[in-house]
């Protein structure tokens, strides 16, 4: 059976529920989670005055099970704007409900309402539940490579 | 021996410039480029008084050779801007000129002085002359894949 979730958005009394999940999946991720500064710098980024990210919680009887990180990137080709999903993480004791799948539907719709020429997001290749899903869905999957400098590299590029 | 690029961004007097360029991009990339509606957009979202994007200019004794474009996007676990290269193109005639080592220092510069926790970007894997590139500078390749849902399967999605 699947469980109704109720999404909404992070606020100022659901922010340390949405850093306990950002820590899970940092967890399942095998990345270093965000550190004090980072849980500050946050805070900031979500319910500051010009934020950077928007972020959702989904609840099911008032139980934190979700939440996904978006932000809006863009296409040069179509000249629109396409709603970049950063991350979606469902706690492991609320897998295999069809908590993800409402929390990637309420991407859909917010791509849809915001006039989006595209969703876009990247999956860890171990990940083969989110990949298996993403093939269902028809998603296309993309022939490029993602590349990174660190900060570090950044700081003292001498190429 | 290497050119030495003028970079300037991307403004009314050489918006044209910057829209052939794209439309080159579009070709070399196999892809289909803007429309008469889409260039109208882009004028809006370079230069409007919301820019989407940060666009530059290239050029070599006056004439245009090369353009890039970078957005912020967003690391949760870091809570710090990534500067995100969209294209980084140079005209086929000044390639193996050092041109394109030139824009990615300047992005990187960008990148530096804007104080992003990291630089990411994307290639095609068929783009084996920027791969090599971005071996030679020890850039970080991703396990991860991209996949996307465009602008119909969005609208239309039934999952």
Not at 50 to 78: E, R
């Amino acid at each position: 059976m699947n469980h109704k979730i109720k999404i909404e958005k992070v606020n100022k009394g659901n922010f340390d529920d949405f850093v306990q999940l950002i820590e899970k999946l940092a967890k399942y991720e095998r990345q270093i989670p965000p550190d004090n500064q980072a849980k500050s710098r946050l805070k900031q980024d979500t319910l500051g005055k010009h934020p950077k990210i928007d972020a959702y919680l989904g609840t099911t009887n008032g139980k934190t099970a979700t939440y996904v990180i978006f932000f809006m990137t863009y296409s040069s080709y179509l000249a629109l704007t396409i709603l970049y999903i950063e991350d979606i993480f469902v706690l492991e004791e609320w897998r295999r409900k069809g908590i993800g799948h409402q929390m990637f539907r309420f991407c859909v719709q917010q791509a849809k309402k915001r006039g989006c020429g595209r969703m876009e997001w990247c999956v860890y290749n171990w990940n083969q539940s989110a990949i298996k899903f993403y093939k269902k869905i028809n998603a296309t999957q993309s022939d490029k490579t993602y590349y990174r400098l660190n900060k570090e590299q950044v700081e003292h590029f001498s190429n």
